[in-house]
């Protein structure tokens, strides 16, 4: 069974990944540069200290002073690094020797130089070397290394953890208004993708693909305009229908609509697909019940009153070539006034030949009108809802 997870277990388990490997990397780095510090330090401590050694027991071994050796050799030895040092004669006869107790399982460097003295042998020195103190010494620094990683790696884990986790539910919570199947696939990202696919439209007519697009033309007709006219003087119908025309724009802009030339108190707007699907038609019922919403709250607002009828007409259109796919926008427009001088103001119309009515109760309720044209009477509980909210969002930009 494939499993899909979470941007909240993706991102941190990527962040922890890459650390393991840069932490896996760098402490073979640091194991190997370690090492070698460890045998350079253990080479130039016995060699230092024989050299050093050598110079002090040189004239006590040419004069026989056997008590100055003892002492330089236990001077020598002071050292917690030096084991032990030994001086030999020339026939290999111990002369003196100083120790230290070693611990147990001690690793040792042993280092011996011979005793010239005018180009003559006159003894040798044996030097031996704690090379295991020097070796903890460098491997306290890389594990001080690993501890400050390994505190580098949770606290990067961890914050990663809880940016991750903030930005799922806030995707989620996007999710959760758009419209869409609640059954999502793959990550937050790839849902989000998925329930905005029906909403994406190309803004311009621009390069149109070899395909046809599923077109559905919203009409917003003003039944009571030359009413209007005669009962609002210039500046303040102007300043209505520019309110009418912000509202609808931000609204487009909010479910993916591109506005079109209007006609004499109507205005239109489409929004298109490269398939025929109920999503579709969900998407566009949504937007001109946001918009009728919107515009019934600034009536009030302004205290005008404001009838207008709602018209969802759709088809397939060509996209080449370009004058037969604006013939076919034109069609639609004919047909939206048609429609709309049938209905009252405040409803909402649509027109399908490719569903009935039982096909579209799985997305709002209707009302039979007329052959294949159907109004709105509502939509479910749940849609409902996030239509509210959406409405609400409107409401703060446009009035």
């Known amino acids: 069974m494939h499993r899909h997870y979470s941007m909240a277990q993706k991102l941190p388990a990527a962040v922890l990944s890459i650390c393991l490997l840069l932490g896996l990397v760098s402490w073979a780095l640091l194991h190997s540069y370690a090492n070698d510090i460890s045998q350079q330090t253990i080479q130039e401590k016995g060699d230092i200290t024989i050299n050093q050694l050598m110079e002090l027991v040189r004239t006590p071994l040419f004069n026989n002073d056997t008590i100055s050796i003892q002492v330089a050799l236990q001077n020598v030895t002071k050292d917690d690094l030096i084991i032990s040092a030994s ?79 903030q930005l799922s539910r806030r995707i989620r919570l996007l999710i959760n208004r758009l419209p869409g199947n609640s059954e999502t696939f793959g990550d937050e990202i790839a849902a989000l993708e998925l329930r905005l696919q029906p909403l994406l439209s190309r803004r311009t007519d621009e390069g149109l693909a070899d395909t046809d697009y599923y077109c559905s033309l919203i009409t917003a007709t003003i039944k009571n305009r030359q009413r209007l006219d005669s009962q609002l003087n210039r500046q303040n119908l102007t300043l209505l229908f520019e309110k009418i025309d912000y509202c609808t724009l931000r609204t487009l802009e909010l479910y993916g609509g591109q506005r079109i030339e209007g006609s004499e108190g109507a205005i239109h707007f489409y929004i298109r697909s490269t398939q025929l699907s109920k999503q579709h038609l969900l998407v566009c019922l949504m937007a001109v019940y946001s918009l009728q919403q919107l515009l019934e709250r600034l009536s009030k607002a302004l205290g005008i009153d404001l009838e207008i009828a709602w018209t969802v007409c759709s088809k397939a259109l060509p996209s080449a070539p370009l004058f037969q796919y604006h013939e076919g926008l034109d069609e639609l427009k004919q047909q939206a006034m048609v429609m709309a001088t049938q209905l009252q103001e405040g409803t909402i119309g649509m027109h399908s030949l490719e569903f009935d009515i039982d096909q579209l109760s799985s997305i709002a309720r209707f009302l039979p009108f007329d052959d294949h044209f159907f109004v709105l009477q509502g939509f479910p509980e749940g849609r409902q809802l996030l239509l509210e909210k959406q409405i609400q969002h409107l409401v703060g930009i446009c009035l």
């Open 87 to 165: 001086v030999y004669g020339v026939d290999n006869q111990l002369i003196a020797q100083s120790k230290n107790t070693p611990a147990d399982k001690t690793v040792v460097n042993n280092f011996s130089r011979d005793i010239m003295l005018q180009d003559t042998q006159a003894g040798k020195i044996l030097l031996t070397v704690n090379s295991q103190a020097i070796q903890a010494r460098q491997n306290a620094a890389v594990t001080g290394c690993l501890v400050l990683w390994l505190l580098f790696t949770a606290a990067c884990t961890y914050g990663c953890h809880v940016f991750a986790e």
